[in-house]
């Protein structure tokens, strides 16, 4: 059974390999000092809102991690579900589901009317994932990105 809580300061180190491997998955190289001081900084900084998945063993196997931006057009917060993994290892076993479910959960209690995601274009199995939940392609906008 996979259980999801908001993740706090304390479980930084359950926290660090999940992150890290979020990031090598997106072809970052490794830096779990770097990820531990980046997730140090969102929990004093109080601008994200981390979801933790928990497997029955009660070992963290998977988090997802959003963050508030105003919308001048619908006049409100929306959330950006900015990283979502599942370790490798226990994929297909329902906790990316959950997490997604858990963060549309956690919108609705804090009153926020939208979340938004991005994707790689390839990441095929994760839009699936996405669709079957009811979230829906954004085809009105294009992202367009600048080094500075």
């Not at 900084?41 to 109080?46: A, L, M, N, S, V």
């Not at 370790?87 to 804090?110: I, V």
Request: aromatic share 8%; proline share 5%.
């Amino acid at each position: 059974m996979i259980t999801i809580s908001q993740a706090t300061r304390e479980q930084l180190d359950e926290l660090v390999p999940l992150v890290d491997g979020y990031r090598q998955f997106y072809r970052q190289p490794s830096d779990p000092d770097g990820v531990r001081h980046f997730m140090a900084q969102r929990f004093d900084k109080g601008d994200a809102h981390v979801l933790l998945a928990l497997d029955e063993d009660n070992r963290a196997i998977g988090f997802a991690q959003l963050f508030p931006v105003p919308s001048t057009t619908s006049l409100a917060t929306r959330w950006i579900l900015n990283d979502l993994f599942v370790m490798p290892e226990s994929r297909c076993e329902g906790a990316g589901s959950a997490l997604l479910e858990a963060a549309r959960d956690l919108a609705r209690s804090q009153g926020v009317p939208q979340l938004m995601l991005r994707t790689q274009v390839e990441n095929s199995v994760a839009k699936a994932r996405y669709q079957a939940l009811g979230w829906q392609r954004d085809t009105a906008f294009d992202t367009y990105l600048i080094t500075a």
